[in-house]
């Protein structure tokens, strides 16, 4: 009968906080991730810069494969053999949610890169504690040159998980790395991330299991 109460008690405050931070949840927190705004809401570290679909030049173009809601713009590496930017997300409101092992996310972005040169992006969430300290991490990687078959364009890749007991901010990471050429074509688009309590009510018996750790499941649609 414990049990039950135990259960039927986490049901009510999972209910609870999911009503008082509606905001953070079942909605992407990433900013500025569709490059929508330039590199606005980013710390950048490089020559990473945004081109427009229009551009030309061998860039992707609206025909090549990609997002179906593209917008104009696409993140891309510049000049330079890697380029990075960053940006941070407060998990504090959802506290309670995370320490009961009872918050899931899900990752997801389109990455991709030019022709036959395997230049690639790199899309990274790492939970940080209070002290800033890492809980853990999980990324996505775009495909290479032989997975795209030798296509220019971008692809999705998508990721879940459970959000670490402890974990109070997320940071994300765009990495874009340059193996061949001057050019870094590592390229990016419509970067997601969002939050949700634990979908399956008989998933609440986990709670009890202590499921505090990571646990992740990647989706990769690249072209065979």
């Known amino acids: ?72 713009s696409f993140f891309a590496g510049g000049v330079g053999a890697a380029a990075h930017a960053t940006q941070t997300r407060s998990l504090a409101g959802l506290g309670k949610l995370i320490d009961a092992g009872a918050l899931t996310f899900s990752l997801g972005a389109y990455l991709g890169g030019y022709a036959s040169q395997n230049d690639h992006a790199r899309f990274t969430v790492r939970f ?48 874009l790395l340059r193996t061949a050429g001057s050019y870094n074509d590592g390229y990016a688009d419509n970067l997601t991330f969002s939050l949700a309590p634990i979908p399956e009510p008989h998933s609440y018996a986990l709670i009890g299991l202590g499921m505090i750790g990571l646990l992740f499941a990647r989706r990769r649609r690249f072209p065979r």
């Open 1 to 72: 009968m414990s049990a039950i109460r135990y259960l039927a008690g986490m049901l009510v405050l999972l209910g609870t906080l999911q009503t008082a931070h509606a905001n953070l949840l079942h909605t992407n927190l990433i900013h500025n991730g569709d490059a929508e705004r330039g590199l606005a809401g980013w710390r950048t570290d490089g020559a990473i810069e945004t081109v427009s679909y229009a551009a030309g030049g061998g860039f992707p173009t609206m025909q090549d494969p990609g997002p179906l809601q593209r917008g104009d």
């Open 128 to 175: 940080l504690d209070v002290h800033r300290q890492s809980l853990g991490e999980f990324s996505l990687t775009g495909p290479s040159a032989m997975e795209r078959g030798d296509r220019t364009g971008l692809w999705a890749v998508e990721g879940n998980g459970w959000v670490p007991v402890g974990a109070r901010n997320a940071e994300f990471t765009l990495d």
